[in-house]
C-alpha cells in the first residue's frame, strides 16, 4: 500500500499550535513520502496565520526511526534529509520535537533541527547510523556536537548508543522530559517559549561546546581503537566530522559531513552491514506461521546449574522473567549461584550494568532440587550432560511433572531433537534451544527444530529468545545445526591445509586478517583440546571416524598424547604463558612427519589461498544447509555467524562475502577444490544453481 505525503505527516491545528502527526508505519522511517509530507506540512504550518508555533509527533508513541534504509544505494527521490532539516531552521515560528519511543539516526537529526526538544522520560534517543556502516549525514555530527560537546558525541556516536531521555537531558540534547502525554508537554512547553518571545535557539550555531577544543582528543580516540575498527570506514569518518564541527563554520562542516556520509555509503562495508540490519529481522521470522501465536512464558526451569546452566539463568532473569535452576545437590546449586553472583559482580565493577538491577535479577533465581518445582514452569531448558541416555531420563521426568502446555527444551549442541522428543509424550512441546558460551553475553540463540515439534512450539520459541534480547536463528536438527556444522567442516578444511603446507599461526593470522577476531587453533586451545580427543576416540572405536583416511589430520591427537591440552596446559598449538600465544615451531616438525605420513607434498601457501580455501568451505556446506531445508535462508547462516562465530559483521557474514565476490567465482573454487580433492568436495546443487541463474541467492 502506498502511502500519500499528506497522510504520511498529518496536520492539525492545537491551541494555536500547528501539530505534526507523523504516522509512516512500520517505525516512522523518512521513506520519500514522509520527506515529502514534512516539506508540504512544514510550509503549511509556517504560512498557516493561526499557528504560532510548531510541534512534530510520531503516531503509535514513536517517534522516527531514522532514514529509510531501504533507500540506501538506490536513485535519491524528493527532498533530502538535510534540505528538510534546514527548512525547519528556517522557520520564524518555534519548532518543538515531542518525542516518545525512539528518536534514531535521521529521527534525532529531526530533533536536533528543531529550536526545542521535549522527550516521554521513557524515550530513546541515539544516532545509530555506525551500526548500518553509515554515519549521521544529516548533520547530526555538527548538531550533536555543538549542543552536547565533542566528548559527548564521540561517545554516543561511535557506540551508537540508545540513550534514555533523562540522560539525554543531563547531557544538553533534551529540554524537557515529562511522565506524562508527550504531545500535550511539547504544546505546553511551545506556549510558555512563545511567551518569552525568540529568538529560536538552533543548535547548529551554539558555539559555546566547541571552544578550545583539543585536537588531541581526536587522535587519541582513533589510537585507542585502532585495532576495533579494523576493516571499518565509518568510526574514522565519524571521527573527521565531530573534529570538523569544532574547526569549521556551520555550512562547512554540514557539507564536509555530506561528503564523509558519501564515502560511507559508497563502501562496501555499508552494504554489509545494511544486509546484517534485514537478515537479522528476517532471520526471526518463522515461515509457514502466519496466525500462530506463540504461548506466554514467563516463568523458566533448567537443569544443570554448571557454567552453561547458569549463563543461561542470568539471561532469562536479566529479562524480567522468573527462574528455578535444579541441580543434584545443594552444593552444586551453591556453586552454580556463587558463579552466577560473580560474574555480576564484574559486570557491576565494569559499568555495564547496576547493583539494583543485578539485585532484582538475583531475586528472581531461585536454586531448587526437586522436579516437582517446574509443575507451574512455562519452559524448561535442560542443560545437562551430553549423552542421550542422560537426556532421557531428564525428559521423561519432565514429561511427568510438566504442566501441559510447558515447552520442554533441550541445549544440545550436537544430538537429534526428535530423538530426545520420543521419550516423551508430548514430542509437539520438544525443542532445542542452543545457547552459545556464555549464555549471558553471547547473542546468537539456534533454535532447533525437529520434525515432531509443533509450529507453535517453534514460534514461542523464537518470540522467547527475542524476550530475552537474542537474535535467534531457526536450525533443523541435522549434525552440528547451522553453526556447528559449518564450524566442523571449515575446521576439518583448516586441518587439511595443515597438512598441505600451513601453520596453525599461518591459518590464524589469514582468518585475523580477514577480520575475525581469533583464528581457529587459538579457539580450539582455549576450549580445551582433550575433550574433542576423547569424542573422537570413542567415534573411531565404532567405526564412524576413520583415522587413516589421507583427510585426517592427527596433529591434535599427538598434541594430546603429549599432554598438550591447549591453554590450560601451557601448550597445544600455541605455548602460553598465561594467555599470551606464540607459535610452537617444533609443531612444524610433527606437522612434517605427519605429511609424510600421509603423502601430501608440503607447500608454501599464501594468506589468500587460506582464506578463499575456509570460506569457501563454509559457503558450499552453508548452500547445502539451506538446499537440504535445514535453514531456512543463506542470510539465516550469515546471521548466525556474525552474531555466534565471530564472523566479521563488516563482512555481512559468509554467504554474503559469496554473493559479493559472484557465486560462480566461489561455484568456480569449489569446483577447482572438488577436481584436486573429488572425495573431500562435493559441491552444493543449490550454489550450482545460483551461479548458473547469475544471480545471488534466492532463498
Ligand atoms: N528504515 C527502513 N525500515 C526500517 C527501519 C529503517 N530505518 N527501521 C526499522 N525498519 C523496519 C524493519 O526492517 C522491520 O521490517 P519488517 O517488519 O519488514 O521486518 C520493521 O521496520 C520493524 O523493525 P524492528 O523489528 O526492528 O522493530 P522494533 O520495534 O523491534 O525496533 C527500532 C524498532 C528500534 C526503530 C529498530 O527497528 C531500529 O533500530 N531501526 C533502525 C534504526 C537506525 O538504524 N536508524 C538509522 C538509519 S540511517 C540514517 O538515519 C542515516 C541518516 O543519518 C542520514
Redesign the pocket.
Known sequence: MTIKPEDAVRYELRDGVALLTIDFP??N?FGQPMREGMMLRLDQAVSDPVAEAIVIVGAHDRFI??????EFGKPKVGPE?HQIFERMEQSPKPIVAAIDG?A???GL?CALAASYRVAASRAKVGL??I??G?L???G?TQRLTRLAGPQVALDLILNARHVPAPKAKDLGIIDAVTDGDVTAAAIAFAKARLAQGGPWPLAIERTDKIQNVDPRIFEEVRAKNAKKWTGLVAPFEIVKCIEAATTLPPRDGLAFEREAFKVCLESPVREAQIHLF?AE?AAAKVEGSDGVKPRTIKSVGIIGAGTMGGGIAMSIANAGLEVKLLDMSQEAIDAGLARVRKNYETSVSRGSTTQDKVDAALGRIDGVLDYQAFADVDLVIEAVFESIEVKHDVFTKLDAVCKPGAILASNTSALNIDRIAEVTKRPGDVIGLHFFSPANVMKLLEVVRGDLASMETVVSAMAFAKTLGKVPVLAGTCFGFIGNRILHRYGSEADVLLMEGATPSQIDDALKAFGFPMGIYLMRDMAGLDVSYRVRRNKAAVGELDMNSIFYNPIADRLCEDGDYGQKTGKGYYAYEGRNATPRPELEEKLRIISQEKGIERKPMTDEEIVWRILSAMVNEGAKIVEEGYAQRASDIDVAYAFGYGFPKYRGGPMFWAQQQGLATVFAKVKEYEARYPERWKPAKHLEERAQAGAGWNR
Open positions: 512500520p517505525v522511517a526511526a531514522g532514514a529509510d534504509i531501504r534529509l525512539h534514531l539516526g535521521g537529526e545509530v547510523e551500526n548500518l553509515l549521521p549525514g544529516a547530526g534485514f529481522r
